[in-house]
């Protein structure tokens, strides 16, 4: 009997499979972004050396003084470039600060692309050049992977199969390094990420350092999330739940504390938060518009809808 809480699905079949093969893959996303919001990902083409590589260049930026990481800190970004320290980010409906601090590198275009003024240059890292580098790849590699995903969730909504090739090129993804520092004193009833859901349209995230991933099931139970070695996790954002007016479920999680004795051990997690363009509609679907799932949400743009959520969850003045 498995313990898992999430399925597991193949990316290669999607991508190198056979017809059969491709049908099945789909079949088997949608029906777990509808039923559960959250999946496990094998074989999605991104090599291991390279996850290692960043994880182990985080653990290097993250280990040195605050004085420094600060030096990394850009104002009027709302967190979306560089360094964000401890104890700056809510969940929306929090007034606790989560017990983490992060790193957050974006989309790179050229000086001369039309969205440049949209995308601030990424923050290289002096003392730490591979973790800006291994970055780099790394962002790259999510991108082409969540790329595929997407393709198989447009098959699934019986949508053109790029329907979000264009709409994510160039998008205003971000890869987001998390250093979740030892607990050291007895938390103000916050816990290492309170309840949440993204805002993006999926998130890839590579396993953590540590354990501690749960998501709130249909039952109203926590349950621990703990991918194989080798696995993503993916889960549905509320950008996309939105765009298909619910169908699409954004599930709830949380990353809690460790028990007592393990809170000398920090935590270190790679999310990367794939985004449209700021000028995509979020409509929602007319596919996804019925009699038992009427009209939720009101138009808007995912620019629009992402400056909104930042400001709650306190990244955005």
Known sequence: M?????????????????????????????KAFHEVGFVGVI??????????????????????????????????LAGQRGYTSFGTEHAKQSQVADLKEFFQIGQWVSPDH????????????????????????????????????LRAIALHLDLPEDYFTARIHDGNSILRSIHYPPITEEPRSAIRAEQHEDINLITLLVGASAGGLQLLNTDNEWLDITPEENEIVINVGDMLQRLTNNYLKSTTHRVV???????????????????????????CLESCVTEERPLAYEPTTAGDYLDERLREIGLKK
Request: glycine content about 8%; charged content about 25%; hydrophobic content about 30%.
């Open 43 to 76: 074989n999605h083409g991104i090599p291991k050396d390279l996850v290692d590589g960043f994880y182990n260049e985080s653990k290097t930026f993250f280990s040195q003084p605050v004085s420094l990481k600060r030096k990394y800190k850009l104002d009027g």
């Open 257 to 283: 504390n460790p028990p007592k004795e393990q809170w000398h051990v920090p935590r270190l997690s790679i999310p990367f938060f794939l985004h449209p363009k700021g000028s995509v509609s979020l409509n």
């Open 114 to 149: 039309p969205l440049k003024h949209e995308y601030p240059d990424n923050v290289y890292t002096e003392e730490t050049p591979a973790f800006y580098d291994k970055g780099k790849d790394l962002y790259k590699g999510f991108e082409e992977a969540g790329g595929h995903l």
């Open 2 to 30: 498995s313990n898992r809480t999430i399925p597991t699905v193949d990316l290669s079949k999607f991508v190198n499979g056979s017809a059969e093969e491709r049908t099945a893959f789909v079949d088997k996303l949608g």
